[in-house]
């Protein structure tokens, strides 16, 4: 059973950078499909990266060449470093990871997740 604690978030200026951490605990989060998700009040929760066991990532198209995804195996931690944030980019950010540890695939199941850490760009 994988904990995922979301922090990092806060208040920013558009162009401004934030860097979101996903603190595992009980297992190892590499080992799992896990990614950031993003959802705003009454809207459908929005997939932004993820990242596989081997490294490999993938990013919404919204997000490219702005968000980078990674990984600290060491430290069990899963990090989203946001650059030239725009307003549009203000949401709750969540780390999710995969019910069992296998690669990401169509059978993913997003059934760990943390509390969320609000992200606000103005």
């Known amino acids: 059973h994988v904990q995922l604690v979301e922090s990092g978030g806060g208040s920013v200026q558009a162009g401004g950078s934030l860097r979101l951490s996903c603190v595992g605990s009980g297992d190892t989060i590499g080992r799992y499909c896990i990614g950031w998700f993003r959802q705003i009040p009454d809207k459908e929760r929005e997939g932004v990266a993820g990242i596989e066991s081997d490294g490999s990532t993938s990013y919404a198209d919204s997000v490219k060449g702005r968000f980078t995804v990674s990984q600290d195996n060491a430290k069990n931690i899963l990090y989203l470093q946001m650059n030239s944030l725009k307003p549009e980019d203000t949401a709750m950010y969540y780390c999710?990871?995969?019910?069992?540890?296998?690669?990401?695939?169509?059978?993913?199941?997003?059934?760990?997740w943390g509390q969320g850490t609000q992200v606000t760009v103005s």
């Open positions: 999710a990871a995969d019910s069992t540890p296998r690669a990401c695939s169509a059978k993913t199941r997003w059934d760990y």
